[in-house]
């Protein structure tokens, strides 16, 4: 989207040196670029606490990860926070540079264009007409709520469940053994699909009817943004960094109530209508024709700093 506004040069992954240097990752190779910028710009994707639950061993390297997140964000001139809640959680951990709440984006036009494959996208996976698929994304790990998302499935086998999604962590990822175990004892109407590339993502996006992340920690969520795009019903837990990003745009839920709901959306379509098009309202804020033009700003005031 940068790339579409006029009298802006836009790099990506170059070495080249440039008026504003904006990094995605505080890795050593996105340090060292980000430090040879005039302006530098990182966006605070990752926080100590998106971790939990997702790397084994937390415990013992939590205070030394937190240590190098805060020397890393305080190396640049401006740190753009994707929520409300990481901004307040970013300054807890001792972020003082200034920070920009700038949520997550994507191109409405460029997923909403699948959503009127259902059709055909269902036909490619094999789904009946009459079979209702739940659908979640994201990485297999304790953090976002497998176990939860695998007896929701087995308390409704009328349903079909689809996770995309893998381990990319290997032996490093936390609890992988039971992880592996969930996914090899999952009942029959449980599919997990693993790693695919985004298109593939979308596709089955566009084949499913509800899409349910039971994550029990998110900053922001891109899977939600491209299900909401693509006009999805959504299910989430409800969790605090949920209120000022998706509001009603959603519906939120928890272990107790997650069974009943999804069995209600089953049965009743005409919420399931509701459900969609509040979804489609929701998206629309995150699109990055939106995005970009604040995105400028963050870049003009860091580079005056």
């Not at 001139?77 to 994707?82: E, I, M, N, P, Q």
Request: hydrophobic share 45%; glycine share 8%.
């Amino acid at each position: 989207m940068l790339r579409r506004m006029p009298g802006l040069d836009v790099l990506a992954n170059s070495l080249r040196r440039a008026d504003v240097h904006h990094a995605h990752t505080v890795g050593p190779y996105a340090m060292s670029v980000l430090r040879s910028g005039r302006a530098r710009v990182v966006t605070a994707h990752l926080t100590a606490g998106s971790l939990r639950g997702s790397l084994r061993g937390d415990r013992y390297w939590h205070s030394s990860f937190m240590r190098h997140l805060r020397a890393s964000y305080n190396s640049a001139d401006a740190v753009v926070a994707v929520s409300g809640s990481v901004e307040t959680e970013l300054k807890s951990m001792g972020v003082v540079k200034p920070i920009h709440v700038v949520p997550n984006s994507v191109d409405i036009a460029a997923v909403r264009k699948l959503s009127g494959l259902r059709v055909e996208s269902r036909e490619r996976l094999g789904v009946k007409e009459d079979e209702f698929v739940v659908m979640g994304v994201g990485q297999v790990q304790p953090r976002k709520g497998i176990s939860t998302f695998v007896e929701c499935a087995r308390a409704l086998p009328q349903a079909r469940f689809h996770w995309v999604g893998g381990m990319i962590f290997g032996p490093l990822a936390d609890r992988r053994n039971e992880m592996r175990s969930l996914v090899s004892r999952a009942p029959e109407n449980v599919s997990f699909v693993g790693p695919v590339d985004r298109l593939e993502v979308l596709w089955r996006l566009a084949a499913a009817d509800l899409f349910f992340l039971p994550s029990t920690q998110e900053n922001c969520p891109m899977a939600v943004l491209e299900a909401a795009a693509v006009g999805l019903p959504i299910l989430l837990r409800d969790i605090a960094a949920y209120g000022d990003l998706f509001g009603p745009g959603c519906c939120y839920g928890g272990e107790d109530t997650f069974v009943q709901q999804i069995e209600e959306l089953i049965d009743d379509r005409e919420a399931l209508a509701t459900l969609s098009r509040k979804a489609s309202v929701m998206g629309a804020r995150f699109d990055s024709n939106v995005k970009s033009s604040r995105m400028l700003e963050v870049y003009r005031a860091a580079a005056a700093a």
